[in-house]
């Protein structure tokens, strides 16, 4: 009897790896992994949850960890270079049929794909989108919503030269990923990328322009000073406060910025395709995620079932509220767009145009070098052409 007891509470335990940044809350998570567990009692998931900005250090450092390190872990749409260098996430090719593929949004495949491997399954498809209060512009005179970045300024002074906040505008420009996220959805507004003839150049029109008119909207006074200090959180609270007319920030802010319980503007809040340098042009980046199997992982079948569970369609249309799905099907389904329709309708447009941070796997020591420079032109320590140069040079000589 005893050893009947014994087999039986003994469960295949995995560790996975998770942020507690944007897209779904750890509370969601946790529920998901529940609702999983009990439908698989013989695989128990230790979860772990870090900050965005420790995911990747902790992902690396936990490669010689054996059958103490990750078997699931949350990567984003810029490590799979690095990653398949350093070979850190086993190829999933064969798991996912060629069927099931057709079902995902290519922008959400092509995030866990790199030179022919499959790192592992899209999960979250995101990108930034441009929100207003329309109680603001209202009161402001302003009719409709902005069709260009230029209009956006114009009618944040209009909003600040009526009093009716002090700084309309609030971004994540923190020396982090989230800057380089802020940055590329302008460059990507302003019709610009990060290559040119193959080569990294940041040095382009519409990288200069992006970075003037970040620069331009502190020195009128329309951004938010801090900005230069805040990760995504910040902007939300500060734009769920009543603390500005206009926020750049990822899918998971509409709903909690349109909730009662945590948000001072709910029901004044408005959503659309971040703008670009004429109407009708959107600029969007791509900040997807996946979720892989390291390539130590001592139970890769029970960490591939946890994957699919958790990245299948009924799974992701039941939490659609903070991130949306990666399948097409999801979008003809009523009870994903309920109250979210306008946010459905943003994404159509921005999910299309999605920009893509430089795929390198020096990718890291890339974007360190490209905080730092934006962050020096920010504090009026560089002029947007000095530090985008440094930034070139130092492209040159990545692998």
Known sequence: MLAVCTSATAATQINALFMTQAAYS????RAM??????????????LEFVPYEALHDKIVAARGAGTNGYDVVLFDAIWPAEFTRFNLLQDVSTRIPDAEREKIFPGAMNTVVYKGKTLGMPWILDTKYLYYNKAMLSKAGITQPPATWQQVMDDAKIIKDKGI???PLVWSWSQSE?????YTTLVSGFGGSFYHNDKLDFSSPASLAALKLMKSSLDEGLTNPASREY???DVRKAFSNGDAAFALNWTYMYNMAND??????AGDVAIMPAPGDAPGKAGAVNGSMGLGITQGSQHPEQAWQFISYITSQPVQDKYAKLSLPIWKA???DPAVAQGQESLIKAADTSLNV????????????LSNTLQQQLQAVLQGKATPQDAMKAVDKSAARLR
């Not at 992994?33 to 230790?46: E, G, R």
């Not at 989230?178 to 802020?182: H, R």
Request: hydrophobic share 25%.
């Open 231 to 233: 990760l995504e959180e």
């Open 33 to 46: 992994t529940s609702d999983f567990q009990k439908q698989h009692p013989d695989i128990h998931v230790n």
């Open 178 to 182: 989230a800057l380089v996220c802020d």
């Open 165 to 167: 906040v002090k700084y």
């Open 354 to 365: 999605m920009l893509s941070r430089p795929e390198t796997a020096d990718y890291s020591r």
């Open 260 to 265: 009662p319980k945590q948000s001072k503007v």
């Open 330 to 332: 999801s979008y003809t």
């Open 26 to 29: 750890e509370n969601d998570i």
